[in-house]
C-alpha cells in the first residue's frame, strides 16, 4: 500500500538539530526503526523522521537530499559516491522477492508477456531491476509498454484488465489471491536459483560528509534499535500498525518475519557478495552505470567482531 509522506520529530540534542532520516511505513521498517526515533537506544542522537516510499527515497537520493535513507540496492549506481552503504538496518533475504502476477493463469509461462504491458511500481527499483533480468532471459522478444503505477494501484490494475501483468512487492505477497490474480514467476525464486545468493531489496545509506566517526555512530545507533525490536517485538506494534494503515495486523507480523531477518543486524559478506552480483550483472548488460565496487565498502563501518 503506497502511504504519505510525513514527518515525525525528535527533540534536537543541544549540539544542534536531529539527524534527517527517510524510511518508508511499511512494517519492516518502522519496526527496525521504532526504538531510535522513539529515543530508546542510548546515546543514539534524536531523530527527525520522513515517511516515503521507497520511490521517492530514491529520487531523494538521486538529488542528494537528505542524511540518511532507505532505498533500493538498485539505486547505487548512482549514488554511491555522494552515500555510504551502512552495514545495517536494510532488507536482504531468501523466499522474499517481487512477484510477476497476471489474471489469468499463464499456462505459457514466461513467454505469455511477450509484447505485452506491464506495471511496474518505480523505474529504479530493485524489483524492477530484476524483472529486467529475468525478462531478458526469459521473455522471447521481451515485454510491450511499461507502465509506473504507485504500489496500491498494481493489483487493481490488474484485476481490472487495465494492464496485462503487474510486479508487485510489499506484503502484496500475502494478499494478491484475495485480488483473484495469479503468479506468474517469483523473482526472488528466479534469483536464488541463477546465483545462490540471498535477494538484495532495500538498502540504509548515509551522506559521507558526515564523517567515519558519525556513520559509526548511526550504524550502531541502527544495530542498537535492531536489538531493541527483536528484544521486545511487542513495543513497537502501536508504531507499525499506526504507520501500516489498513494492513492486517497478522499481514505485518508476516511481513515483519520475512523482511528482518540476519542480515537486517549485519549485511556480511555474503549480503556484499549478493549486492555486487545484482550490480554487476545489471552494469554488464547496461541497465545501470558502471560503478566503483570498492565504495560499497568504504567509509561506512564493519560489523563488530
Known amino acids: 500500500m503506497t502511504r504519505p509522506a510525513g514527518r515525525t520529530g525528535a527533540a534536537p540534542d543541544a549540539g544542534g538539530r536531529a539527524l534527517d532520516i527517510a524510511y518508508s511505513p511499511c512494517p519492516n521498517d518502522t519496526f527496525v526503526f521504532h526504538a531510535w526515533a522513539h529515543g530508546l537506544v542510548p546515546g543514539a ?79 529504479r527499483s530493485t524489483a524492477y531491476l530484476l524483472f529486467r533480468l529475468w525478462a531478458a532471459e526469459r521473455v522471447p522478444g521481451g515485454v510491450g509498454r511499461i507502465v509506473v503505477l504507485p504500489f496500491h494501484e498494481i493489483m487493481p490494475a490488474v484485476r481490472d484488465g487495465r494492464v496485462d501483468a503487474g510486479l508487485v512487492i510489499h506484503e502484496a505477497r500475502f494478499t494478491y489471491q484475495g485480488f483473484g490474480l495469479h503468479r506468474l514467476a517469483d523473482l526472488g525464486e528466479y534469483w536464488e536459483d541463477t546465483t545462490g545468493h540471498p535477494i538484495p531489496l532495500g538498502a540504509i545509506i548515509a551522506r559521507r560528509s558526515l564523517g567515519e566517526d558519525r556513520l ?19 513495543a513497537s506494534r502501536e508504531y507499525v500498525l499506526e504507520h501500516a494503515q489498513e494492513m492486517d495486523p497478522d499481514v505485518a507480523a508476516r511481513h515483519i518475519a520475512l523482511y528482518v531477518n540476519e542480515f537486517t543486524a549485519d549485511l556480511g559478506a555474503a549480503g556484499r557478495a549478493a549486492v555486487r552480483e545484482l550490480l554487476g550483472r545489471a552494469a554488464g548488460q547496461g541497465l545501470v552505470p558502471r560503478w566503483d565496487p570498492a565504495l560499497l565498502d568504504a567509509p561506512a563501518p564493519d560489523a563488530p567482531g
Open 45 to 123: 542522537p534524536p531523530l527527525d523522521v520522513t515517511f516515503a516510499d521507497i520511490d521517492v527515497t530514491n529520487t531523494m537520493a538521486e538529488r542528494g537530499e537528505g542524511s540518511v535513507l532507505k532505498v533500493s540496492f538498485a539505486v547505487l549506481p548512482w549514488v554511491l559516491e555522494e552515500y555510504a552503504l551502512l552495514p545495517c538496518g536494510g532488507a536482504l533475504g531468501r523466499g522474499c522477492g517481487p512477484l510477476v502476477l497476471t489474471r489469468e493463469k499463464a499456462g505459457a509461462g514466461p513467454a505469455a508477456l511477450a509484447g505485452r504491458t506491464v506495471a511496474v511500481p518505480a523505474e
Open 216 to 234: 559509526r555512530q548511526i550504524t550502531e545507533a541502527i544495530r542498537g534499535s535492531v536489538r531493541a525490536a527483536r528484544r521486545d517485538p511487542a
